[in-house]
C-alpha cells in the first residue's frame, strides 16, 4: 500500500464532507419547501370538501324536513308532476 495514501484519505474526509453538506442543505431546504406547499394545497382541500359536505348536509336536512312535513302530500305531487311531463 502506498504510504501517501492514508493523508490523502485524511485529507479527502472532510473535503467530502464540506461538498456534501453544500449540496444537502440546499437540497433539504428545497424538499422543505415543497413539503410545505403540499401541506397548505392538502389544507386548501380538505376546507373545499369539508365546505361542499356541509352543503350537502344542509340540503340532506331540507329534504328530510320537506318528506316528514308533507308525507304522502309530497309523494302524490310528484306523482301529479309526472302526469304532466307525460301527457
Known amino acids: 500500500m502506498n504510504p501517501l495514501f492514508i493523508p490523502i484519505l485524511a485529507l479527502m474526509i472532510p473535503i467530502v464532507a ?16 415543497q413539503m410545505e406547499i403540499e401541506a397548505r394545497m392538502i389544507a386548501e382541500k380538505a376546507a373545499q370538501y369539508a365546505s361542499h359536505t356541509q352543503l350537502l348536509e344542509q340540503r340532506v336536512r331540507v329534504l328530510e324536513r320537506i318528506v316528514t312535513d308533507k308525507g304522502i302530500a309530497v309523494a302524490d305531487e310528484i306523482e301529479r308532476l309526472r302526469d304532466e311531463r307525460i301527457n
Open 18 to 33: 464540506i461538498l456534501a453538506s453544500m449540496i444537502g442543505k440546499p437540497w433539504l431546504a428545497l424538499k422543505e419547501r
